[in-house]
């Protein structure tokens, strides 16, 4: 099983750890992502909900991604017929 799984993943996401005037040296985040085999956006993620999915998703190979994403985006924007019809 690859070493990253065995990471605390919750721990490694940077929101829950920054303050409002932080910074942060993006390549270095970028290094962290690659090396434990994130999405760079799963580590900025303000919750855990969505922590969760971006991993999920950014596992996925592209044409999954784009599949999974179509999908969503119908249920979301699923158009409404008209007012009251």
Known sequence: M????HFDFE???????LKPDDTLDIA???RIA??????????????DLLAQMVLAFGLLPEDPQRK??????????????PVGG
Do not use: C, I, N
């Open 2 to 5: 690859d070493a990253a799984w």
């Open 11 to 17: 721990k490694a996401r940077f929101t829950q750890y």
């Open 28 to 30: 270095a985040v970028e």
């Open 34 to 47: 690659k090396e434990l085999q994130v999405p760079l956006a799963y580590l900025f993620t303000d919750s």
């Open 68 to 81: 999974t994403l179509a999908q969503v985006k119908r249920e979301l924007f699923v158009r409404k017929g």
